[in-house]
């Protein structure tokens, strides 16, 4: 079973979706920034999963999904995009298709193919 909850930023999503698991694999979508609300805002996640959950950090959440087996709760969408886009460079693209959008058309289907 797959359940696809959405909602605005700090609309209490993550601690929904955590309610609905009782051990999970939590694929973290957010980096790392040089911002103490952020920070702040990992830290809780992190002290509200319990010990027995397993964490992966990574912006490669197709390879991260296929290759793990049981619950699985993917956070979040949004993070992912825009880390995406970032790492292809998409938002300073002024000359449109120099590339990026295949690279990105890819990678977002493999993400589908994984949650399929």
Known sequence: MKTLITGG???GKSTYAEGLL?????VATG???DDADW?????LHQERRPASWRTLETLD???ALTAT???ILLDDVGNWLSRTLDALDAWNDETPRRGWQTAYRDTSESLVDAIA
């Open 61 to 63: 959440v197709a390879a």
């Open 9 to 11: 930023v700090r609309s």
């Open 31 to 33: 980096a790392p920034r």
């Open 69 to 71: 087996t049981g619950p």
């Open 22 to 26: 009782v051990d999970a694999t939590y």
């Open 39 to 43: 920070q702040e805002r990992v830290r």
